[in-house]
């Protein structure tokens, strides 16, 4: 059933479009291959979110919540993971999809821009996450409902965090429109989720 405590209003507003429907059918269609994809996805979730900690050290707020976020990420991962063992699905390689390199291609390569650029895209990552997460959980069986459903609030709470420490940083030194940024990456976000894919990924546009 879909988690009626959550208001997505304002994740749904940040977001250019919404999934569309040939995702989801292909989504349905390869529950495999999508479990398999959503476990790389909470592995370089945290892995992102250390990185950032070690690259920016000095700026302890945000570590603090990189590291809580990087353990969360983690959990979901080994979650992932126990579901697939106990359905027989065997976690492998999977090439990525171009959807983040898509992204992160037009982070500034200087300070604090880039760190800013990152975290914005971070945003949108999350916030997309948890888009997807709420579009298929009503059609999945009871277990992964309930497991996408809980999902959804901590997907919520990152894409928040991120979004968030992103205009803070700006705040301190703004050389540029924050949120003319923040809408250039939701027109660059809303045409690689909208065009076609070759793949099916998480976070792939239409199959």
């Known amino acids: 059933m879909p988690n009626l405590q959550l208001d997505l209003q304002p994740l749904?507003?940040?977001?250019?479009?919404?999934?569309?429907?040939?995702?989801?059918?292909?989504?349905?269609?390869?529950?495999?291959?999508?479990?398999?994809?959503?476990?790389?996805?909470?592995?370089?979730?945290?892995?992102?979110?250390?990185?950032?900690?070690?690259?920016?050290?000095?700026?302890?707020?945000?570590?603090?919540?990189?590291?809580?976020?990087?353990r969360e990420e983690l959990?979901?991962?080994?979650q992932v993971l126990k579901i697939m063992r106990e359905r027989g699905i065997a976690f492998r390689h999977l090439e990525p999809a171009r959807y983040a390199a898509g992204l992160r291609k037009h982070i500034k390569t200087h300070d604090p821009e880039r760190l800013i650029d990152?975290?914005?895209?971070?945003?949108?990552?999350?916030?997309?996450?948890?888009?997807?997460?709420s579009k298929i959980a009503s059609h999945l069986d009871e277990q992964l409902q309930k497991f996408y459903n809980g999902l959804l609030a901590s997907e919520a709470r990152h894409f928040e965090m991120y979004l968030n420490f992103a205009r803070k940083i700006h705040a301190q030194k703004p050389r540029f429109d924050f949120d003319e940024r923040v809408a250039f990456f939701a027109k660059v976000e809303g045409e690689l989720i909208a065009s076609p894919d070759e793949v099916l990924r998480f976070h792939s546009g239409v199959c």
Not at 40 to 52: F, I, Q, R, Y
Not at 55 to 68: A, G, I, M
């Open 118 to 133: 990152t975290l914005i895209v971070g945003a949108f990552i999350e916030a997309r996450s948890c888009e997807r997460f």
């Open 75 to 78: 959990r979901h991962f080994e």
């Open 12 to 70: 749904n507003s940040f977001l250019a479009c919404p999934t569309p429907d040939q995702w989801v059918a292909a989504a349905l269609a390869d529950l495999p291959t999508l479990l398999v994809d959503h476990a790389h996805c909470e592995k370089k979730a945290a892995s992102t979110a250390v990185s950032l900690m070690f690259r920016y050290p000095e700026h302890e707020d945000l570590v603090n919540q990189l590291s809580r976020l990087a």
